[in-house]
């Protein structure tokens, strides 16, 4: 591991899709085990930062550095062999399988080696469904299950490829509060549980507060915050470009 | 399948198997060569099935490697090569084409893979057809005949292609409950998912055309020397592949004994129509195609299976009520 | 390549510009691969030769019925077997279309039988010069009404009310169906549009060469390569392709003798689609 437990470096990283620049000039590094807070509004660019972390888009410049590794160049399994893995901010199941299957795919072709056999990968995606709390729908056909249920098979999945990273992406969308706070502890849990290091993306920035060490903020592709959620909270900057802006549009709505 | 019990499905596949090793015995010559082209049918269809029942590519080209390993078993023995010896070789041949193609075709989605192999099939049968000097050209070329009386001939092939389905439909199989086999129906259900769960993609798509155009290879090497005389646009017709689609889909697709399945249900079939209808047997199949996506579009392996699951959660109400 | 040639290409490649639209609607907007493409060619070409045998009615006339019958045709077949299937993925449509193909080929079979017809027409024979080429009278007069048609077919889908819903059903399907467009209506015309289309063809194709139920596939085959040259569901690209098609076939029999004729259109047809998957002037959004 290189110096300060650094895990993740994220260096200049660019996306431009003709004049816009989805993402422009990014860069934060992340410990290992601390969970960084990804936010933004519509359209700041996590989630197209995220694919470009994760090797499912190709950049316009910069570098990622995961474990020591560059990884700029790496393909999306590559990147999720090395324990780089995300979730995806609208469920993608792999429909005709059931919950079990889905978790046991993760399970299969993840990190840990020793779960290239059939029997180990059962075994251990058997646990984790006990883990997040599906059990009684693992023979469920995935189509067949509700969107809660969806997410927490997607988080299975992901753990079940033995990552050390984790970009979530707005696992909460869709959830209501009852559900958001249910899966909020799962996941501090889980964490807690698995030394996972988490990058936890949202644009509502109450549900990242509670749970982050630190948080980055993200504005019309540019990083215009990084810091604790306290300094976040209290930044002008944020407060103008994120929150400002939302608070004063919803008022003219209003008016 | 039907049965959950392993060892019943074994003790059954056993004694299918040793009924057909023996059932050209009381069957006509005829009817022999009729069945060992059904043999020939399910092979092509499970490496279909494969492709498209289980990894949702539809490699409407795949004709091609039953015409490269028809052609190489031409030429091979055409230069006094043993026909055990042409075998390998036309697998070989048609496994790199297979990657040589499959490499920038199956960056193709849907329908643009399903197009480009058409292409590519088309593209070869013009070779075929251009390069007299190896292939003999557009007529057609002979292969040696066997100096047996044709009975003996015929029982040959009929066995030589049931080992084939077997070996096919056995392979495939394990394939399908294996590690490899939950890559391939991660892709069939979401490719961009099955990439970022550490699924490489690109590998598994063309080491399973590889498997498909394996098989499929050999069965055209079968066929070859089964007729002793082939044409390119017979071996390379996009027709075989239709038919073989066509059985995927009655017999149920992604399902491993669907085509085999399918192929009794649709040559039987075709047989009836083509001695009874000769001159409708085009509107006949067109129609029966039909009418089974209408009625049976999971297929017949696929609407058992439905009414199994639906029977069980009746009888499981019942239980708790 | 001489200038004779050039105009030989470019007046084949008109009539597969014409051609390869129907087949490029059907597949890029309504989402259809439709095999049964060719024998919708030959019905329209055969429709003209019923009216000529009986009313010695000129193709050019009678291309309006078979335009107007394929056009009950395409929507009858939509109707009735596509659009349940819609959703079931490739293989459906695919075999459906296919088996439309051979119950129409089995028609065409028991009616006219496999041989080759012909439709002669009085001013069959009549050539114009144009520099040191002559141009075949009614090759000219079918690559001008192919022209028209193509034009037509442009200014219906930028135009009509129709035309325009189909445009916004191709962009964007849910936002047509959120404003309270009647998208299957919108896909139901666009098949049918591209039905009669094959049918217009046909009898244009009935005016000029000899016509037999073989021709079925190789139709399917050219219509493919134009549509993925041009890109999906886009009219002109469609008319470049079948142009470019034309050259390319016409160049190659020169070049490389006719045998490789078929193959030339192929190879044409894979490069593209590796180079530049949504064809030379297709969108993204397609397919």
């Known amino acids: 591991m ?99 299957e889905n978790v046991l795919v993760g399970s299969l072709f993840g990190r840990d080696k020793r779960n290239t056999d059939m029997k180990n990968a059962s075994k251990r995606a058997r646990e984790i469904i006990k883990l997040v709390g599906l059990e009684s729908k693992k023979d469920s056909s995935v189509s067949d299950i509700t969107l809660p249920d969806l997410k927490k098979m997607e988080f299975a999945r992901v753990l079940a490829m033995e990552p050390e990273v984790l970009f979530l992406d707005e696992v909460m969308a869709g959830l209501n509060p009852a559900e958001v706070e249910e899966a909020s502890i799962l996941v501090k849990r889980v964490r807690r549980e698995k030394e996972l290091t988490i990058v936890y993306i949202e644009h509502i920035m109450k549900a990242v507060m509670g749970i982050s060490d630190r948080i980055v903020v993200l504005h019309h592709g540019r990083k215009i915050v990084e810091g604790t959620p306290q300094e976040v909270v209290n930044n002008s900057a944020v407060i103008e470009a994120y929150l400002g802006k939302r608070y004063t549009k919803e008022v003219n709505n209003e008016g | 399948m039907v049965l959950n019990n392993k060892k019943v499905n074994i003790f059954l596949l056993i004694i299918g198997i040793i009924l057909f090793i023996f059932l050209p015995r009381f069957i006509s010559g005829y009817w022999v060569r009729v069945i060992t082209t059904i043999f020939m049918y399910a092979v092509i269809s499970q490496g279909i099935n494969l492709m498209s029942g289980y990894m949702g590519y539809l490699p409407f080209g795949n004709a091609m490697f039953f015409g490269i ?211 409708y047997h085009l509107a006949v199949l067109g129609i029966t195609i039909i009418i089974i996506v209408f009625f049976v579009p999971k297929g017949i392996t696929g609407t058992i299976a439905d009414f199994v699951k639906k029977r069980e959660l009746r009888l499981r109400k019942k239980v708790s009520v | 390549m001489s200038l004779q040639m050039l105009i030989n290409a470019i007046l ?189 063809t046909g009898s244009l194709w009935a005016s000029i060469y000899s016509f037999s139920p073989h021709l079925l596939g190789p139709i399917v085959g050219k219509v493919f390569i134009i549509a993925i040259l041009g890109g999906l569901g886009n009219i002109w690209g469609a008319a470049a392709g079948g142009l470019l098609l034309g050259i390319a076939e016409t160049a190659g029999a020169v070049f490389l003798g006719s045998e490789w004729q078929e193959a030339i259109g192929m190879v044409i047809m894979v490069s593209v689609l590796l180079w530049r998957p949504y064809g030379l002037m297709g969108k993204k959004f397609f397919g």
Do not use: C
């Not at chain 1, 960084?36 to 410049?61: D, E, H, M, Q, R």
């Not at chain 2, 049968?125 to 005949?145: D, R």
């Not at chain 2, 020397?225 to 889909?249: C, H, K, Q, R």
């Open chain 1, 2 to 100: 290189g110096e300060n437990n650094i895990i993740l470096k994220i260096k200049t990283l660019s996306k431009h899709f003709g004049a816009l620049k989805a993402v422009d000039e990014v860069s934060f590094e992340v410990k290992k085990g601390e969970i960084v807070g990804l936010i933004g509004p519509n359209g700041a660019g996590k989630t197209t930062l995220t694919n470009l972390v994760t090797g499912a888009s190709p950049k316009t410049a910069g570098k990622v550095i995961f474990k020591d590794l560059d990884i700029s160049n790496l393909k999306p399994y590559q990147i999720a062999r090395n324990g780089l893995t995300r979730t995806f901010q609208v469920v993608k199941p792999l429909i005709g399988m059931t919950v079990e």
């Open chain 2, 69 to 279: 390993g028809a052609y190489v078993t031409a030429i091979g023995m055409s230069k006094g090569l043993p026909f055990l010896v042409v075998v390998p070789l036309a697998a070989i041949t048609a496994i790199l084409f297979s990657i040589i193609f499959g490499l920038p075709v199956l960056r193709l989605r849907g329908h643009y893979f399903a197009i480009a192999t058409i292409g590519i099939s088309g593209a070869l049968l013009s070779v075929v057809q251009n390069a007299t000097e190896i292939t003999g050209g557009a007529m057609g070329t002979t292969l040696p005949i066997i100096d047996k009386s044709p009975e003996i001939t015929y029982n040959y092939f009929y066995l030589a292609m049931l080992a084939l389905m077997v070996i096919t439909t056995l392979t495939i199989y394990l394939v399908i409950k294996s590690k490899f086999g939950f890559g391939i129906r991660s892709i069939k259900a979401n490719e961009e998912a099955a990439n970022s769960m550490g699924i490489n993609t690109t590998y598994h798509k063309v080491t399973a055309w590889a498997i498909s155009a394996l098989f499929t290879s050999i069965a055209g090497a079968l066929y070859a020397y089964w007729m002793s005389f082939i044409g390119p646009e017979e071996v390379f017709d996009v027709m075989i592949a239709v038919n073989t689609i066509v059985i995927m889909l009655i017999g149920g697709a992604g399902s491993i004994l669907g085509p085999i399945i399918g192929a009794f249900v649709i040559e039987l079939f075709s047989e009836v129509v083509w001695s009874s209808f000769l001159e």
């Open chain 3, 12 to 200: 084949l490649g008109g009539l597969y510009a014409l051609m390869g639209i129907g087949f490029s609607l059907q597949w890029g907007i309504s989402g259809i691969i439709n095999l049964s493409y060719g024998a919708m060619v030959i019905l329209g070409s055969y429709i003209s030769l019923e009216f000529f045998n009986l009313f010695h009615l000129d193709p050019f006339i009678s291309m309006i019925i078979s335009g107007a019958i394929l056009f009950v045709i395409g929507a009858a077949i939509y109707r009735t077997l596509l659009q349940p299937f819609l959703k079931g993925g490739i293989v459906f449509t695919i075999i459906l279309t296919f088996a439309v193909r051979l119950i129409v080929e089995n028609i065409i079979l028991k009616v006219w039988s496999a041989d080759y017809r012909t439709i002669r027409l009085t001013y069959a024979g009549s050539n114009f010069q144009f520099g040191d080429a002559y141009i075949p009278l009614i090759k000219f007069l079918a690559f001008l009404v192919a022209a028209v048609l193509i034009y037509l077919t442009y200014l219906f889908m930028m135009k009509t009310k129709i035309g325009k819903g189909i445009q916004a059903v191709a962009l964007d399907k849910e936002g047509a169906q959120a404003v309270g467009m009647d998208v299957e209506k919108m896909y139901l015309i666009n098949f049918a549009l591209g039905t009669a289309l094959a049918g217009l």
